[in-house]
């Protein structure tokens, strides 16, 4: 609260300087110390810090303290609102001729460091002070023209018209900034020519509509046991973007299939984050996205500097569901897909920012979440009961912003991998990207008991990238890593990767030692968008299921992947380069006699016919097709998805 109301502070100083302020020595000397000493109450923190304002003001009321001591300067003491109302004027208009515009330092406890140098930021505290710098001079011309008895004697000029410049300008402080940030918003990022991105095209392209699909068509039979919905969340523009960088920037939708008695219906609906309503409102797209970082029209936008996306993952959380992104809060959704507002655990006073992908113990039920974030605290972990009360939250301390997506748990550890996609948030005057990776900056792990969250690292590893991990598990002091590796990070994935496609990894953890290593599980098949049997998360287990596609193969995945850890064999279930296909869910049986006994469920897009189907697949067997949901529509391709049983 100090920092919002820093400036209104720096002026404190004056008005009591005004207000004990006498035509005598006494009187300056009085009102001197007492300005002194309020500066040094109210601006300690500024002081410590250099501020423009603060020390000037604390000079000039030394200053004129010994005015009233030896009387050099007789017309400060007999013309006092004269005196004071020039001296804050000229010491705004010295700020700007020594190039410090004394709002630029107020507003940089406000805004992060990376945007000190951005000419936008500059441009506005440049007009800011010009701003102050012409109410404060307007406000001092009346003491300066009006004779000092009757100035003094006159409650209007003595306070009114003082009074109504200082609320005048805090009013257009505000409203200014504003202006100009709306201004560089519709004359550079709302000039751009439409965006061109293949993430916007063929399966990927967005759909507007909300439909409720029943009693859609079955090719085969759904088994009598599978009750329940499967929902899959992901990137869909509501409004042609400015630029798109996918899968980071576009609107959450979430797809629904239900499965009830043999029969099937589909149902979709946006994610009604708050920016997404301001835009609906607007009837246009008020945001730049992650690759063009630009403040939006404040006056469309309200508090939504940064639009909520929740358009990565949708999970069941207590009777209700969460539609989660990166570094935004997540929404909270009800069961007829309804966006009910940000999530806020019961915990929790402000909205909760958690990332997009969690880890359920299956035997403690305790489930963990993370975030990270872009200017704050690096990497925060928390624990959840299995009741799904809050509790703990660790701070991990970090010397870098960095992208993280995923995490890993076992019986004993929470694992994080934090690999080189950094945020450029220090000293960054607009040359470098805002986000981007650094193949120079080697891997760390992170390493976090669960017993006392007492934190280890392991450093220095050649540096990748993993969007998405399978699972791990401890076996004889090590841990063990399954993971889809990429080299390195490439924003669009697929775009650039055909020299190092990511592949499936397997790292091995050494906590003897605390070393690390990786092996390639199999470099034929380029892989990602792993599951497993969610059963035995943190445990030992032998399959994984992937999303993939022959190293030949152009286009988007066309293959379902099952991998067997112990034997190193592959089963797959490929339907050509006509199909692409999303993230396969596995659902268990309701009484396993394996850790594959169960279905696999995903989405298909038909590119000739642009249409999609939902398809269920023996996970014991995936060459075996249970049966095929038609569905009139084309779902866009998204990224991850749950199964919530109707049992």
Same mark, same amino acid.
């Given at each position: ?352 920012? &958690? ?128 993971? &889809? ?129 939902? &398809? ?18 084309? &779902? ?12």
């Amino acid at each position: 609260m100090h920092k919002k109301l820093a400036i209104f502070f720096g002026f404190i100083p004056w008005i009591v300087f005004s207000e004990f302020y006498t035509p005598t020595s006494k009187g300056i000397i009085e009102a001197s110390m007492a300005a002194l000493l309020t500066t040094v109450v109210f601006d300690t923190r500024e002081l410590k810090k250099g501020f423009w304002l603060p020390w000037a003001s604390l000079i000039y009321f030394c200053l004129a303290a010994f005015n009233g001591i030896v009387g050099i300067f007789p017309f400060a003491i007999t013309h006092p609102s004269a005196v004071i109302n020039l001296a804050i004027a000229g010491i705004v208009w010295l700020s700007l001729l020594v190039r410090q515009p004394f709002t630029l330092q107020y507003a940089k406890e406000e805004v992060d460091a990376a945007f000190w140098k951005n000419p936008l930021f500059l441009k506005i505290n440049w007009q800011l002070t010009l701003m102050w710098a012409i109410m404060l001079t307007i406000s001092a011309l009346p003491s300066v023209f009006i004779p000092q008895q009757i100035y003094s004697a006159s409650w209007f000029w003595g306070y009114g018209f003082n009074g109504g410049c200082l609320v005048l300008a805090f009013y257009l402080n505000r409203k200014m900034r504003d202006w100009i940030v709306a201004r560089n918003f519709w004359q550079s990022v709302a000039k751009l020519p439409p965006v061109k991105s293949s993430y916007l095209e063929g399966g990927f392209r967005p759909v507007y509509d909300e439909v409720e699909l029943d009693d859609l068509e079955i090719l085969g039979v759904i088994p009598s046991g599978l009750n329940g919905r499967y929902l899959r969340n992901g990137p869909n523009p509501y409004f042609t973007p400015y630029t798109y960088t996918y899968p980071i920037d576009g609107d959450g939708m979430i797809h629904q299939i239900t499965l009830q008695n043999g029969k099937a219906s589909y149902k979709n609906a946006f994610v009604q984050t708050k920016g997404l309503q301001a835009e609906i409102k607007a009837g246009k797209a008020l945001y730049g996205g992650i690759a063009l970082p630009a403040p939006p029209d404040p006056g469309l936008v309200g508090s939504e500097e940064n639009k909520s996306l929740a358009s990565i993952h949708v999970i069941k959380w207590q009777d209700k569901l969460l539609a989660l992104y990166e570094t935004t809060p997540a929404y909270l959704l009800d069961n007829q897909l309804n966006t009910l507002g940000e999530w806020q655990p019961e915990d929790s006073k402000v909205p909760f920012p &958690v990332n997009a992908h969690h880890r359920i113990d299956p035997v403690t039920g305790q489930i963990y979440m993370f975030k990270y974030e872009v200017f704050g605290t690096p990497l925060s972990i928390y624990e959840f009961s299995k009741d799904y009360e809050l509790i703990k939250t660790i701070n991990i301390p970090k010397t870098r912003h960095t992208m993280i997506h995923d995490l890993l748990i076992t019986q004993n550890y929470i694992v994080v991998f934090d690999m080189p996609a950094v945020f450029n948030v220090a000293n960054n005057d607009g040359s470098k990207p805002f986000f981007e990776y650094k193949p120079e900056i080697p891997v760390s792990i992170i390493l976090i008991k669960r017993c006392d969250y007492s934190i280890t690292t392991i450093d220095n590893i050649p540096s990748f990238f993993v969007y998405h991990f399978v699972n791990a598990y401890e076996e004889n002091n090590r841990i063990i890593v399954d993971m &889809v590796f990429h080299q390195r990070l490439y924003l669009n994935p697929g775009g650039h990767e055909e020299d190092a496609p990511p592949a499936l990894y397997r790292g091995t953890i050494n906590l003897d030692n605390k070393s690390y290593s990786h092996e390639c599980l199999n470099n034929e098949w380029i892989v990602e968008f792993p599951n497993y049997n969610l059963a035995y998360c943190g445990q030992k287990y032998q399959y994984g299921y992937l999303a993939a596609k022959s190293g030949s193969d152009k286009g988007g995945f066309n293959t379902i992947m099952k991998y067997d850890f112990n034997s190193n064999k592959i089963q797959v279930a490929n339907w050509g380069e006509g199909v692409e296909v999303g993230e396969a869910t596995f659902i268990p049986v309701s009484n396993p006699f394996g850790e594959d006994d169960g279905y696999l469920v995903f989405f298909i897009y038909h590119k000739q016919e642009d249409r999609s189907d939902f &398809v269920i697949l023996n996970a014991r067997d995936i060459g075996q097709e249970i049966a095929k949901i038609k569905l009139p529509r084309r &779902v866009p391709h998204g990224l991850h998805g749950s199964w919530i049983s109707a049992c």
